[in-house]
């Protein structure tokens, strides 16, 4: 290797350090970039209701009347929903810790004293100094993980303002951000980089608006087989069930640990009645529902979500599991398009780095491109006409 090629070697190592050292920032960021797009396609939605009736209406109204309309519902959701979530979930914590403990004991007395028709097995029953013990570490370090989460509350409202401000800025103009983000990349990929950017704000709109109408329906659902079951605190189940359905695998498990816990304390079959309802509403959402209406959901394997899942939490913390779907959405368009499609399909021939964006058109996104300059400036016109050869033959045409 030559000396430049060392020094460019190193470039790329400080900075991928550099980029490590920030990336709580950088996941902030990538946060308020998932916001804005989601803001953003509802302000391109109201311009093009308008345009309908021949109404013209600045981006900047748009935005405005979008912010106002977002506004509007969260001010509906947290004075009218929010007060008694709050009030049902503070009762129901000590419902659930005491269900937690009575089916502790119930397993404990079973396995001293089991059924005729359970298999003679050699099973040591934990000791209920050692459970105490152990619940009360817990309980502890639950307790410690509050006061900590209070603590740094402020930081944590620091950081969603953060957010918000810098969602709005994205909203204002993305087009500039996006010729900011292309200028990183060499000057005869920035089209074919364009076109990639424009393909992950397709994917990630739809997996934001099929995880929106699953959680929704899983709610609903919830919401009516636990009134049915007469279990108490049906509001705050639900809303736990339609939150948590965000996080796949592991969200619809932790969901079910509430109700069943209070459904307990009622009686074990009814405990076990609410285990099978939320098995069947997660099979009537997995197998029905999202085929039906995320279909242009990105689909994700099982195994690769929960890999996604487990590799940016052990890397990115908490926020990592949070964000790991939309992570997971952004690496598997750049890994199928720039790798996949760009290299290893051209392995032979050589990297084509313009093709046909299907769907792209359709979805309005190219009404908001780049600008030329950005694309191939002007001061670099050699090897944007190098990156171009490609072309030649069909503007030959």
Not at 102 to 113: A, E, P, Q, S
Not at 143 to 168: H, P, R
Not at 289 to 299: D, L
Request: glycine fraction near 6%; charged fraction near 15%; hydrophobic fraction near 55%.
């Amino acid at each position: 290797m030559k000396l430049g090629d060392w020094i460019g070697l190193l470039c790329l190592i400080l900075s991928g350090v550099i980029l490590w050292e920030f990336r709580q920032i950088l996941l902030l960021l990538f946060t308020a970039i998932v916001l804005a797009i989601a803001l953003n396609s509802l302000v391109r939605w109201i311009q093009h209701i308008l345009r309908q009736r021949q109404i013209k209406l600045s981006r900047g109204k748009a935005v405005l009347i979008a912010l106002t309309v977002v506004l509007i519902g969260a001010t509906l959701f947290i004075s009218l929903i929010l007060p008694p979530f709050i009030n049902q979930f503070q009762k129901l914590i000590p419902k659930v810790i005491e269900g937690l403990a009575l089916l502790v004991t119930w397993v404990t007395d079973w396995l001293r004293d089991p059924p005729p028709w359970f298999p003679d097995v050699n099973v040591e029953p934990p000791k209920f100094s050692e459970l105490s013990q152990q619940i009360g570490s817990l309980s502890q370090n639950l307790l410690e993980n509050v006061l900590a989460f209070f603590s740094n509350s402020m930081a944590v409202l620091l950081q969603v303002l953060l957010i918000l401000i810098f969602t709005i800025m994205f909203l204002a103009n993305p087009p500039a951000y996006r010729n900011l983000l292309l200028l990183l990349f060499p000057s005869f990929y920035r089209r074919r980089a364009n076109m990639i950017l424009a393909r992950c704000e397709v994917d990630l709109l739809g997996w934001m608006q099929g995880i929106c109408f699953n959680s929704l329906f899983v709610a609903g659902l919830c919401a009516f087989g636990l009134s049915l079951l007469d279990v108490q605190y049906v509001l705050t189940h639900a809303l736990l069930a339609g939150v948590f359905n965000f996080v796949p695998n592991i969200g619809p498990f932790a969901s079910a640990v509430f109700p069943v816990s209070v459904a307990l304390l009622d009686s074990p079959v009814k405990g076990v009645s609410v285990i099978v309802l939320y098995v069947i509403v997660q099979n009537l959402e997995s197998y029905w529902f999202s085929p039906m209406i995320m279909h242009k959901q990105v689909s994700l394997l099982p195994a690769a979500t929960l890999a996604a899942q487990l590799f940016f939490t052990t890397f990115l913390g908490f926020l990592g599991l949070v964000l790991a779907l939309p992570l997971a959405v952004i690496a598997k368009v750049w890994i199928e398009e720039a790798y996949i499609k760009d290299v290893l399909d051209h392995w032979n021939s050589g990297p084509a780095f313009l093709v046909e964006a299907k769907g792209l058109d359709e979805s309005g996104l190219l009404e908001e491109m780049v600008t030329p300059e950005a694309i191939s400036p002007a001061s670099d016109d050699s090897s944007a006409e190098t990156s171009q050869s490609p072309e030649s033959p069909e503007q030959g045409e």
